[in-house]
């Protein structure tokens, strides 16, 4: 069965520093969202994207937080600087063009821990 | 803007029991769709069961059901003859239909299954 995969899985760093987490969705899912649950939270969407475009990032920290699908596939989240505050589980997520009647299917996480 | 709230941070029932996970929302639409998913301990989060706010018989998947109350807004999830691998957390998520198909999650309700 197609699964979403992220990497790391998990990822350690000090605050000030820069760090990447990498996505990529089900195969022909045109669909991809990125959510950050924090320990003991629901998660919460920084960005949405629909093919290569961005489609919702209104909760994304933009002074530090970016997000790239340059080919429509895969995804990058940036963070840069990293503060302690984002400590948290990065999860990422895809849909099939037509979410509403699909299921997002998400990955295991990337959790960072930042010191 | 929508909200979801879990007023159960915690469960725990034996094995075999019924048990019902409550979960409220709020929100001005009219249509919209409701979801549970279910995170088990280190692994991805997963879909346990949807409701189209439009419909009004209540979903059903095997064990899993729900009572779905529009008036009150209101959809909990009940859980038959409950077995080990349905402990994990539990999350209520709102969707409305638009091209920015976020899910809006609440804060989850962690159940064990004692055998």
């Known amino acids: 069965e197609a699964e979403v995969a992220q990497s790391p899985r998990y990822k350690i760093t000090e605050k000030s520093q820069a760090v990447a987490f990498w996505c990529d969705p089900i195969?022909?899912?045109?669909?991809l969202y990125w959510y950050r649950q924090i320990l003991g939270q629901g998660p919460e969407l920084l960005v949405q994207?629909?093919?290569?475009?961005?489609?919702?990032d209104s909760q994304l920290p933009k002074d530090r937080f970016s997000a790239e699908r340059l080919k429509g596939v895969d995804s990058t989240l940036k963070i840069q600087p990293a503060e302690l505050g984002d400590s948290a589980m990065y999860l990422c997520?895809?849909?099939?063009?037509?979410?509403?009647?699909?299921?997002?299917?998400f990955g295991p996480g990337t959790r960072l821990t930042v010191l | 803007a929508q909200t979801v709230t879990q007023s159960q941070p915690e469960m725990s029932v034996q094995e075999a029991e019924t048990v019902t996970l409550s979960c409220t929302y709020d929100?001005?639409?009219?249509?919209?769709?409701l979801f549970w998913y279910k995170q088990p301990p280190s692994r991805q989060m997963i879909l346990v069961i949807r409701?189209?706010?439009?419909?009004?018989q209540n979903a059903t998947e095997n064990r899993f059901s729900v009572n779905f109350q529009k008036a009150a807004k209101s959809f909990s999830l009940k859980i038959s003859d409950s077995q080990l691998g349905d402990t994990a957390m539990y999350f209520c998520?709102?969707?409305?239909?638009?091209?920015?198909?976020?899910?809006?999650f609440g804060q989850g309700t962690r159940l064990t299954i004692n055998p």
């Open positions: 997520a895809s849909s099939s063009r037509d979410a509403v009647t699909d299921t997002q299917y």
């Open positions: 195969s022909g899912h045109a669909t």
């Open positions: 994207f629909q093919d290569e475009s961005v489609v919702d």
């Open positions: 929100t001005s639409e009219s249509n919209y769709y």
């Open positions: 409701q189209e706010a439009y419909k009004q």
């Open positions: 998520a709102f969707m409305k239909p638009s091209r920015a198909q976020k899910l809006v």
